[in-house]
T-cell receptor
Framework: DAGVTQSPTHLIKTRGQHVTLRCSPISGHKSVSWYQQVLGQGPQFIFQYYEKEERGRGNFPDRFSARQFPNYSSELNVNALLLGDSALYLC?????????????FGSGTQLSVL | QQQVKQSPQSLIVQKGGISIINCAYENTAFDYFPWYQQFPGKGPALLIAIRPDVSEKKEGRFTISFNKSAKQFSLHIMDSQPGDSATYFCAAPWSGDSWGKFQFGAGTQVVVTP
């Protein structure tokens, strides 16, 4: 079975540009979460979507937005890129909430902002 | 603010030795405590998790010890192997209703020497 897939794997942008990152969850998983991982730190929660509705937002500015599509895939958009947005962006899917809280992470998109 | 504090930042252990990583949390409403393992170039993968109704959980060579009164939990890797060399993250729910939203510790880089 395919795991969580993310595209692209690497991306280089310049300050002020816009970026769109994509994620396909494991088949049957309806929840998608996005995390930012800066080098040497733990993942930081950005967004969580379940059944196409936003269920949570972390402490990130409005330049960050996301959406989930009817097939449960998801996009993360970042506007007006800053140097500090350089990080590994991780997508995680899960089958449901409640007691089963196992997150399955993709390998991430490495974003470099120059 | 960081509500999950992890230590040490890094550790080196000989093959066959025991690796111990500690985490402290603040919110007593947390009810699920996972540990994730991350290899370079990969996303984190769930290793083992515990709920506060038990004080210890063991899966193979990996054991979580949980101390509710001290608000601490730890990961023990017994008989450490070179393949265990990775970065380990503890985590806790973002709030009482986790919905795929987790706070991660800063990570511990474990190196197992032959």
């Amino acid at each position: 079975d395919a795991g969580v897939t993310q595209s692209p794997t690497h991306l280089i942008k310049t300050r002020g540009q816009h970026v769109t990152l994509r994620c396909s969850p494991i088949s049957g998983h309806k929840s998608v979460s996005w995390y930012q991982q800066v080098l040497g730190q733990g993942p930081q929660f950005i967004f969580q979507y379940y059944e196409k509705e936003e269920r949570g937002r972390g402490n990130f500015p409005d330049r960050f937005s996301a959406r989930q599509f009817p097939n449960y895939s998801s996009e993360l958009n970042v506007n007006a890129l800053l140097l500090g947005d350089s990080a590994l962006y991780l997508c995680a899917s899960s089958i449901e909430t409640g007691l089963n809280e196992k997150l399955f992470f993709g390998s991430g998109t490495q974003l470099s902002v120059l | 603010q960081q509500q999950v504090k992890q230590s040490p930042q890094s550790l080196i252990v000989q093959k066959g030795g025991i690796s111990i990583i500690n985490c402290a949390y603040e919110n007593t409403a947390f009810d699920y405590f996972p540990w994730y393992q991350q290899f370079p170039g990969k996303g984190p993968a769930l290793l083992i998790a515990i709920r506060p109704d038990v004080s210890e959980k063991k899966e193979g060579r990996f054991t979580i010890s949980f101390n509710k009164s001290a608000k601490q939990f730890s990961l023990h890797i017994m008989d450490s192997q070179p393949g265990d060399s990775a970065t380990y993250f503890c985590a806790a729910p973002w709030s009482g209703d986790s919905w795929g939203k987790f706070q991660f510790g800063a990570g511990t880089q474990v190196v197992v020497t032959p």
